[in-house]
Nanobody
Framework: VQLQASGGGLVQAGGSLRLSCAAS????????MGWFRQAPGKERESVAA????????YYKDSVKGRFTISRDNAKNTVYLQMNSLKPEDTAVYYC????????????????????WGQGTQVTVSS
């Protein structure tokens, strides 16, 4: 599967952005999805994840209550709605897909993901 992330940009602190990740192919529903981010000099970290069914989600503690992950299997797309953005959210954001037989599992380890998008830059100014 090929993943195309979009929606990044420059926003002031307190603002919002919605990232989208469009997947190619007709097997999107067989993948659990995740959003990761990587800031300069830091390791890639899991921000949010969603199961195949969409019923199970995970959020990094620092984004809980501000970010929402969702998916539309009919459109082969996963979203990350980011509200109340902070300068520390500045990073390149990546979407990733993990093939799984399980409908409800999510994963936070980058090594568990099979496919990655190209990344989209999010910059939050103070």
């Amino acid at each position: 599967v090929q993943l195309q992330a979009s929606g990044g940009g420059l926003v002031q602190a307190g603002g919002s952005l919605r990232l989208s990740c469009a997947a190619s192919g007709r097997t999107f529903g067989t993948y659990a999805m995740g959003w990761f981010r990587q800031a300069p000099g830091k390791e890639r970290e899991s921000v949010a994840a969603i199961s195949r069914s969409g019923d199970t989600t995970y959020y990094k503690d620092s984004v809980k209550g501000r970010f929402t992950i969702s998916r539309d299997n009919a459109k082969n797309t996963v979203y990350l709605q980011m509200n109340s953005l902070k300068p520390e959210d500045t990073a390149v954001y990546y979407c990733a897909a993990r093939r799984t037989m399980t409908w409800t599992n999510v994963a936070t380890n980058p090594a568990e993901y099979d496919y990655w998008g190209q990344g989209t830059q999010v910059t939050v100014s103070s």
